[in-house]
């Protein structure tokens, strides 16, 4: 065979984005960039040699493929393959091959801890549950705990970054935590208007720079101008997402900047209010999205799936009153809407773009 011809400054693979916010752009990445988080992230985790990894993800998404296919092939850990999410097969696969770790994303969890039939199966062979996509809700975390004595160890990257920028250490992480940046990382909270950078405990928009970060957009020159911004003579993406950060350097998710709500005039961050929800033993997954007010501008929606044992035995209202007690008067859901499921993208994500625009048609004037 010819000599591999191919540098580390070539490009290698073009993971496209989710589409959540927006239409799925193509990511050029680097064999340099591939690899660097291939080996940040085994390191960071501390993954070993006989580590056994049921690997959930989608091997086309960057998280499935950098942390589930290439992080345990560079190490030469154990690969159990489930080839579509089914919760009942996953527990399985960790019962029958002694799984030692997973990686899900909170959708999957959510599902997992939802299933009756949880408790016949043996998990305890699981050291580590690490994930992201969204914020781990706090009620969700505790049922993890309280079920499987497991904690999530969350993380943050974007397809535009190969996956991890951020990561909790496993020894010290702090729950609903987006973690600290990993090896060579430089990740900042600023003014999306200024970029100027801002102090713990202020949301603003990340900004990351790092080994990992793409090359631009495929074939798209005006979305990756705009996608980066110099600072410091570096080249910082932004990834729209809105964060803040603690005293000890660690950043916490707000949302995306793309999906506040302006009820009144107040700010109102769904993935907040999901997070609260969470904690009603009656809903297994809700998405919030705005709804058109003529008083306020907007109001909070919910859209709402029930587990299966309160269908029929809770109203819309019922949540709607519960909500308005377990969170400030203007965060709290004035609409709540069941479905059946929540639609959602090839990687699991919850495809709130796809909700908000049904609701936008629905409330839009009708045409005689």
Request: charged residues 20%; glycine residues 8%; contains cysteine.
């Amino acid at each position: 065979p010819a000599p591999i011809a191919a540098g580390p400054d070539d490009l290698a693979v073009m993971p496209y984005t989710s589409g959540t916010t927006g239409h799925p752009k193509g990511c050029m990445h680097t064999h340099r960039s591939v690899m660097y988080n291939t080996v940040a992230g085994t390191q960071w985790l501390g993954t070993p040699q006989d580590a056994v990894s049921l690997v959930v993800l989608p091997l086309f998404h960057v998280t499935g493929m950098q942390n589930g296919m290439n992080g345990s092939l560079y190490v030469g850990a154990t690969i159990v393959l489930l080839p579509r999410w089914d919760r009942d097969a996953a527990a399985q696969l960790i019962q029958r091959y002694r799984v030692t770790g997973t990686q899900m994303i909170v959708t999957m969890v959510v599902d997992l801890l939802s299933n009756p039939r949880l408790a016949e199966y043996d998990l305890s062979s699981v050291s580590r549950l690490s994930g992201g996509g969204a914020a781990m809700p706090e009620a969700v975390a505790t049922r993890l705990k309280e079920l499987c004595r497991l904690d999530y160890i969350e993380g943050y990257g974007m397809s535009e970054t190969m996956a991890p920028t951020h990561i909790n250490p496993p020894e010290r992480p702090m729950k609903q935590c987006l973690g600290i940046p990993i090896f060579d990382v430089d990740a900042r909270v600023v003014d999306p208007a200024t970029f100027a950078e801002l102090p713990p405990g202020e949301v603003g928009e990340i900004i990351v720079h790092g080994p990992q970060v793409m090359q631009g957009y495929w074939g798209q020159p005006a979305a990756t101008e705009a996608a980066f911004v110099t600072l410091d003579g570096k080249r910082f993406l932004r990834t729209g997402d809105l964060a803040r950060t603690d005293e000890h350097g660690y950043f916490f998710m707000v949302d995306r900047l793309k999906r506040m709500i302006n009820a009144s005039g107040f700010k109102v961050w769904p993935a907040e209010v999901e997070a609260l929800m969470y904690a009603h033993p009656a809903i297994q997954e809700v998405c919030v999205i705005a709804a058109r007010d003529e008083r306020r501008g907007e109001t909070v929606k919910a859209v709402v799936v029930l587990s299966d044992t309160f269908k029929g035995q809770v109203t819309e209202q019922e949540i709607v009153d519960w909500a308005h007690g377990h969170m400030a008067a203007y965060k709290s859901p004035r609409l709540v809407q069941f479905a059946d499921s929540l639609p959602k993208s090839g990687t699991g994500k919850v495809q709130w773009r796809a909700l908000q625009e049904s609701e936008k048609d629905a409330a839009a004037p009708q045409s005689l």
